[in-house]
């Protein structure tokens, strides 16, 4: 059940009650500017233990940095696993504060995007509101906020991966025939075939090709069965 907790200033209530409206919460609000986030842990926090989520508008707090940070991570000796949102509308990704909050293993963040239009902009931080109060930011998402993080390094690890992949052979689209021989007759050749040795050589191989083990199982299990009932028909036969 959603019923968060929206401490933020006025100028950003508005949109911030609206999404929470639009995933059926009803937030409890305290609206207005120069909170002190370290009032409210100490005298207002055990008043809010039960609401699902804690929305903190950064601009509407006296408490700025390293402060406001560790604030924050206070609020989880009174309650362990409280789902913290921080509005960030002032905030870009690189911001000293977004990467304490991150290092810090607040994750659910919501700030600008710099490289698109205000249109765009508004619309994605819309989005990652909804999954910040929904199911929580995606690390995708969150790790732009981390300083340490590098995408162009990420990017050429995908990029190396890709391409190791496709010299990857691909034994599906192969014509494999497999025989198993035996060097005398009743020494189990035919029990292995059946067995499961082969699917797991080829479930290695490719797991497409790994289905053409049930065809060979059941023409194997069919013609023990053929060649059973054919000696015992000739026993039948002999002893008429």
Not at 36 to 43: E, I, N, P, T
């Given at each position: 059940?959603l019923n968060?907790l929206?401490i ?8 911030l009650r609206?999404?929470?409206?639009e995933?059926?919460?009803v937030?409890?609000?305290i609206?207005?500017?120069?909170w ?8 207002d ?5 039960y ?14 940095g ?5 604030l924050?991570?206070?609020?989880y000796?009174?309650?362990?696993d ?5 509005y ?7 911001d000293?504060i ?19 239009d ?17 199911e929580?930011?995606?690390?995708k998402?969150w790790?732009?906020f981390?300083?340490?993080f ?5 990017a050429?690890?995908a990029?190396r ?8 052979p691909?034994?599906s689209?192969s014509n ?12 189990g ?8 040795i ?5 479930k290695?191989?490719d ?13 194997v299990?069919?013609?023990i069965?053929?060649?059973?009932a ?7 036969k002999?002893?008429?």
């Open positions: 059940m968060p929206l933020s200033r006025k100028e950003n209530a508005g949109i609206r999404i929470c409206s995933l059926g919460a937030p409890r609000e609206i207005g500017e120069d002190s986030l370290a009032v409210f842990l100490k005298r926090l055990k008043t809010y233990l609401q699902s989520h804690f929305i903190f508008d950064l601009s509407a707090f006296k408490e700025q390293d402060e406001f940070v560790n924050c991570a206070g609020i000796y009174q309650k362990s409280a789902n913290i949102v921080i960030a509308d002032n905030c870009y990704p690189g000293e977004l990467d304490k909050l991150v290092h810090n293993g607040i994750t659910n963040i919501v700030a600008n995007y710099p490289d698109v205000e249109k765009t902009n508004i619309s994605m931080m819309t989005q990652d509101l909804k999954e910040c109060i929904t929580g930011l995606s690390q998402k790790r732009r981390d300083k340490s590098d995408a162009f390094a990420e050429r690890e990029a991966i890709a391409e190791k992949e496709k010299e990857k691909r034994y689209q494999i025939s497999i025989a198993v021989v035996g060097a005398q007759g009743r020494i050749a035919t029990t292995f075939a059946g067995s499961g082969i699917e797991s050589f080829l290695m191989l797991p497409v090709i790994a289905a053409t083990h049930w065809i060979l199982t059941a023409i299990i069919l013609s069965v053929i060649m059973v054919s000696k015992n028909l000739v026993k039948t002999r002893q008429v």
